[in-house]
């Protein structure tokens, strides 16, 4: 191994093929999560992304709201006239789609979907406690499909 980082292309060649040859087999759950990742590469081209717009973890309460400090995490997600609120408790995750429809939710992490539910005619879902790490919401009606944006939730 000489000098890093490399002062010239084909030595970073060289050093890179070294590491592969001396290098580790993936551990399996970093491998599971690659795959999970590289399977869901195109999924954004098929559904809308609604970004976070409100986070009560990190954004001020309005003026004159008292909140307790164990009450339960709300997020608010946009993606044009469709909203996605949930709100995230120990005992799971409680939503509401708007415009108010029914259909379908699934909520992903990186090793895959952990939880779906329906969501009744006034848009409300409820799923189970998310996972450590980013989820995303996936919500599906005859009127339109969302994605939220990647937000750890624990």
Known sequence: MGPWPPTDDDALLRELGVALREGEPPVAELLAAG??????????AELTVAELVFDSACDA?????????????TLTFRAGEVVVEIEVTDAGVVGQLSPARRGRVVARSARGAYAEAAADEVGFFSLGA???????LHAWTEE???ATAWVPLR
């Open 144 to 146: 339109y499909a969302v």
């Open 130 to 136: 998310p996972p450590p790490g980013p989820v995303r």
């Open 61 to 73: 309460a309005p003026t004159g709201l008292t909140r307790s400090t164990d009450s339960a995490r």
């Open 35 to 44: 795959y999970a990742a590289f399977s869901w590469r195109t999924v954004d």
